[in-house]
């Protein structure tokens, strides 16, 4: 299994030199079992995405959508290969909406908000609602989801295939009262890799910086990340959806907080791959 990150900002797409090194795109994973082709989420980061897989037509593939918060969606408007005849999709969504995954996608290309209708996409897609307890499977994988905290629902997604284990759990926030969630422990239970959400320092989400508290607002923190790291066994954490307020040399000075506390942790990037098939501690970009 190989995972290539594309897009690893939060909440809004963040461009500019400061922030150059780890990228400005936000959510888009490219993951390979095999010839099988996985994207979870079409945030910005689709958009190069896009570009990298028409050098291969035609394709087919499944995208999966932990949730449909803007930085999750955005960048399907512009995910080029969605345009092309020949090309087939599988769309995989859900949470706690009372609608279809298909009709949010469709209202997010539609006036006055966007040119252009989906009809005129003249790729096969189609969609397919999830809920927690379903299974899809391919050739060489098994895709699992599991609920998490956070506003309007969100899915964390395991991938296993061929012996590893890759858990994707973004938008997620702690559970009141220093809890941790007993189902995510389970599901993240020894994976080789685990990417989590760790959006904000501690000072942020409770409001110590002197300014407004990020509790309730749906995303969590790097030593939360390392709590859950250290209780469900995982062998490697990837601190995701940074954000877009954190410049390369904060995002730097977290990492390497985080790896005092669990030494195999590493910051997400654009360009980061992980080859599942010989697990060695995540790279650095700041190594
Ligand atoms: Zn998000
Ligand atoms: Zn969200």
């Not at 995405?49 to 593939?61: A, D, N, Q, V, Y």
Request: aromatic fraction near 10%; charged fraction near 25%; include cysteine.
């Amino acid at each position: 299994m190989l995972v290539k990150f594309w897009g690893v900002r939060g909440s809004v797409p963040s461009g500019g030199k400061e922030t150059a090194g780890v990228g400005g795109n936000t959510t888009c994973l490219e993951i390979r079992c095999g010839d099988e082709l996985i994207v979870i989420d079409t945030g910005t980061g689709a958009r190069n995405l896009g570009k990298e897989l028409m050098k291969r037509l035609p394709l087919k593939g499944r995208i999966f959508y932990t949730h449909v918060h803007w930085d999750h969606i955005q960048g399907m408007p512009f995910f080029a290969p969605m345009y092309i005849k020949g090309n087939q999709f599988e769309i995989y969504g859900g949470t706690s909406l009372p609608m279809t995954i298909e009709d949010v996608l469709k209202r997010q290309m539609t006036p006055p908000c966007f040119p252009v209708k989906i009809d005129i996409m003249q790729s096969s897609l189609r969609f397919h609602d999830l809920r927690p307890g379903d299974v899809v499977r391919g050739d060489n994988y098994k895709l699992t989801l599991l609920g998490l905290y956070h506003p309007d629902g969100s899915y964390a997604y395991k991938i296993e295939s061929g012996g590893r284990s890759l858990v994707f759990a973004t938008d997620v926030e702690p559970l009141k009262d220093n809890k941790l969630d007993a189902s995510l422990l389970k599901f993240a239970e020894g994976v080789d890799f685990l990417i989590y959400d760790a959006q904000y320092t501690e000072d942020e989400y409770f409001g110590r910086n002197g300014h407004f508290p990020r509790i309730g607002w749906g995303h969590s923190t790097m030593p939360e990340a390392v709590r859950i790291s250290k209780t469900a066994g995982v062998k490697n954490l990837i601190l995701f959806h940074h954000d877009p307020t954190h410049d390369d040399n904060f995002i730097g000075n977290i990492e390497k907080e985080s790896r005092g506390l669990f030494p195999n942790s590493a910051a997400a990037y654009e360009g980061m791959e992980i080859d599942l098939g010989s697990p060695t501690p995540a790279k650095s970009m700041f190594d």
